[in-house]
């Protein structure tokens, strides 16, 4: 009898870790195919980029006033350049503040407007006097109007406009002050199979044409990299940095003003899996068939997760509660990221312990994105970003780390 006990349990033990790694499997799986599918939109992004980049070095266009000839390689070395900034902005709205600077750069004045539902608010701006990114998050456009951007929303195609073809936009007009004989282009920003935001580039005065190709590569491209920033955080769009501000013109109501979530386009990776054992066998006396058998006792519960850094984050409200556990995640995804592209630098960083030493420029760069977004509030209590060093890329051995490494700010 006990020795049937034990053959049942051993049994049970291995069907169960057989489900396991079957459901690991799968998982792997699909993450597996995520990341040939990313590959895929990747070398095709590339090769339109390589068509339009020898599309721009034909022809003659200007760039800030500067004349570029046939054959030229100031705009495509701007593009390239644009394109670099693009691919190393780990926000959302990173990506979109590229975008506008690589705009100023090119010569033209430039705007981005975000998506969120029915409505597209204003997000930055550049090469207009006087007018803030905060100011400009103000502007609120309609998009069941119909109008240019209306067009360009639905259409997900460029939309050549003027300062009458906005009359409809009386806060766009006064914001942007485009001159009667500007010319205004709008140019979608697709991420996740839809519109997610507007470019807006003008004139501003110059008699110069828009290099609308150079304009087309990066709006295509800060599109792909928002595409990869929601596959790298598992479908999650990170929440926007700054606080709300007040509409100043043409009110939207409440339920057009909602975002829109995006369908994941790609498989969450799943949280490391504490180390399986098989079971023990259990405490049966075996003295012969007259001596009953005990009853195996279930395992205890495994004990809960001690409190990050020793604070006890139970204690605070619920929406405080939400502001850590989007700290922890979003440092994660930060993380994650330079393990994901550093792969033979932290392996090796690990063995000789100088993982610092060895991605400064790049831990430096994430943390100082982490504190621009969560020092203010979650970073005074616990240091997440921290945490995840340790546990993702040090593979929890703070010592792997290094000496030069400074430590947590908490």
Same mark, same amino acid.
């Given at each position: 009898?006990?020795?049937?006990?034990?053959?049942?349990?051993?049994?049970?033990?291995?069907?169960?870790?057989?489900?396991?790694?079957?459901?690991?499997?799968?998982?792997?799986?699909?993450?597996?195919? *995520?990341?040939?599918?990313?590959?895929?939109?990747?070398?095709?992004?590339?090769?339109?980029?390589?068509?339009?980049?020898?599309?721009?070095?034909?022809?003659?266009?200007?760039?800030?006033?500067? #004349?570029?000839?046939?054959?030229?390689?100031?705009?495509?070395?701007?593009?390239?350049?644009?394109?670099?900034?693009?691919?190393?902005?780990?926000?959302?709205?990173?990506?979109?503040?590229?975008?506008?600077?690589?705009?100023?750069?090119?010569?033209?004045? *430039?705007?981005?407007?975000?998506?969120?539902?029915?409505?597209?608010?204003? *997000?930055?701006?550049?090469?207009? !006097?006087?007018?803030?990114?905060?100011?400009?998050?103000?502007?609120?456009?309609?998009?069941?109007?119909? #109008?240019?951007?209306?067009?360009?929303?639905?259409?997900?195609?460029?939309?050549?406009?003027?300062?009458?073809?906005?009359?409809?936009?009386?806060?766009?007009?006064? %914001?942007?002050?485009?001159?009667?004989?500007? #010319?205004?282009?709008?140019?979608?920003?697709?991420?996740?199979?839809?519109?997610?935001?507007?470019?807006?580039?003008?004139?501003?005065? %110059?008699?110069?044409?828009?290099?609308?190709?150079?304009? %087309?590569?990066?709006?295509?491209?800060?599109?792909?990299?928002?595409?990869?920033?929601?596959?790298?955080?598992?479908?999650?769009?990170?929440?926007?940095?700054?606080?709300?501000?007040?509409?100043?013109?043409?009110?939207?109501?409440?339920?057009?003003?909602?975002?829109?979530?995006?369908?994941?386009?790609?498989?969450?990776?799943?949280?490391?899996?504490?180390?399986?054992?098989?079971?023990?066998?259990?405490?049966?006396?075996?003295?012969?068939?007259?001596?009953?058998?005990?009853?195996?006792?279930?395992?205890?519960?495994?004990?809960? !997760?001690?409190?990050?850094?020793?604070?006890?984050?139970?204690?605070?409200?619920?929406?405080?509660?939400?502001?850590?556990?989007?700290?922890?995640?979003? !440092?994660?995804?930060?993380?994650?990221?330079?393990?994901?592209?550093?792969?033979?630098?932290?392996?090796?960083?690990?063995?000789?312990?100088?993982?610092?030493?060895?991605?400064?420029?790049?831990?430096?760069?994430?943390?100082?994105?982490?504190?621009?977004?969560?020092?203010?509030?979650?970073? %005074?209590?616990?240091?997440?970003?921290?945490?995840?060093?340790?546990?993702?890329?040090?593979?929890?051995?703070?010592?792997?780390?290094?000496?030069?490494?400074?430590?947590? #700010?908490?």
């Amino acid at each position: 009898m006990p020795h049937q006990i034990l053959t049942r349990l051993v049994e049970k033990a291995r069907a169960e870790l057989a489900a396991d790694a079957r459901a690991l499997a799968g998982q792997i799986q699909k993450v597996e195919q *995520s990341l040939q599918d990313l590959r895929a939109q990747q070398q095709k992004l590339e090769e339109v980029v390589a068509s339009r980049l020898e599309e721009l070095g034909k022809v003659e266009i200007p760039s800030g006033g500067m #004349t570029v000839t046939p054959g030229g390689g100031a705009v495509i070395e701007q593009v390239l350049a644009g394109v670099r900034d693009l691919i190393t902005a780990t926000l959302p709205e990173q990506a979109l503040e590229v975008l506008t600077d690589e705009g100023a750069k090119l010569g033209v004045r *430039s705007a981005v407007f975000d998506v969120r539902g029915k409505a597209a608010w204003g *997000s930055s701006a550049r090469g207009f !006097a006087g007018l803030s990114d905060k100011a400009f998050r103000g502007v609120v456009v309609q998009l069941a109007q119909d #109008t240019p951007f209306r067009t360009c929303f639905e259409t997900a195609g460029h939309v050549d406009t003027n300062a009458q073809g906005l009359k409809k936009y009386r806060n766009i007009l006064d %914001k942007l002050q485009p001159g009667p004989q500007d #010319t205004i282009l709008l140019l979608p920003v697709r991420s996740a199979g839809s519109v997610s935001a507007i470019f807006y580039a003008d004139t501003g005065g %110059k008699s110069e044409p828009l290099p609308v190709d150079a304009l %087309k590569i990066l709006s295509e491209f800060a599109g792909a990299q928002l595409d990869r920033l929601m596959a790298l955080s598992g479908g999650i769009a990170p929440a926007p940095a700054t606080e709300p501000q007040e509409v100043e013109a043409e009110p939207v109501p409440e339920t057009a003003a909602e975002p829109v979530e995006a369908e994941p386009i790609s498989v969450p990776l799943p949280e490391p899996a504490e180390e399986l054992s098989a079971p023990e066998p259990p405490s049966v006396p075996i003295i012969g068939d007259s001596v009953p058998v005990e009853a195996v006792a279930p395992p205890p519960p495994a004990p809960a !997760a001690a409190p990050a850094a020793g604070f006890d984050v139970s204690s605070l409200s619920e929406e405080e509660q939400k502001g850590h556990r989007d700290a922890k995640r979003f !440092a994660k995804l930060l993380v994650s990221e330079i393990e994901l592209y550093n792969k033979a630098k932290v392996q090796d960083g690990r063995k000789n312990q100088d993982l610092y030493k060895r991605l400064k420029s790049d831990i430096d760069r994430s943390r100082q994105t982490y504190e621009k977004r969560f020092g203010k509030t979650v970073g %005074k209590q616990v240091d997440y970003f921290h945490e995840e060093l340790v546990r993702i890329l040090a593979s929890s051995d703070a010592m792997a780390l290094g000496s030069e490494y400074p430590g947590p #700010t908490v």
